[in-house]
């Protein structure tokens, strides 16, 4: 476990996820919409929540996140966004939401 300056690295089971928020603006939703801030949510399953702004949901913005969040050995949830393919090697163990199909493929089994 991680521990630098009293920060310890989420552990465990992570979810990831990233939103596009801010106020009401009219045109395009969600992923490319203009004048919207992206924040990525890292969460422990029944622990803590991290946050974090960043500037696009590029592979290399992406794994930066969680490879300063994230032990490495973790299982990690995500959806299906492709730039989150190449976690395992990096030694994550993916599990991906398909939100068309409304599935979930769990690792924790």
């Known amino acids: 476990m991680g521990n630098v300056d009293g920060f310890t690295m989420l552990q465990g089971h992570v979810e990831l996820d990233e939103a596009y928020v801010g106020g009401k603006r009219p045109g ?31 592979k290399d913005t992406l794994r930066g996140v969680v490879l300063n969040n994230v032990e490495k050995g973790a299982i990690v949830s995500t959806d299906e966004l492709y730039s989150y393919g190449l976690l395992t090697s990096d030694g994550y163990q993916r599990g991906a939401v398909k939100h068309g199909a409304r599935a979930v493929a769990d690792l924790t089994e």
Do not use: S, Y
């Open 28 to 58: 395009k939703r969600g992923r490319g919409a203009e004048g919207k801030t992206i924040v990525m949510g890292l969460k422990e399953r029944d622990g803590r929540l991290t946050t974090e702004v960043i500037p696009n949901v590029k």
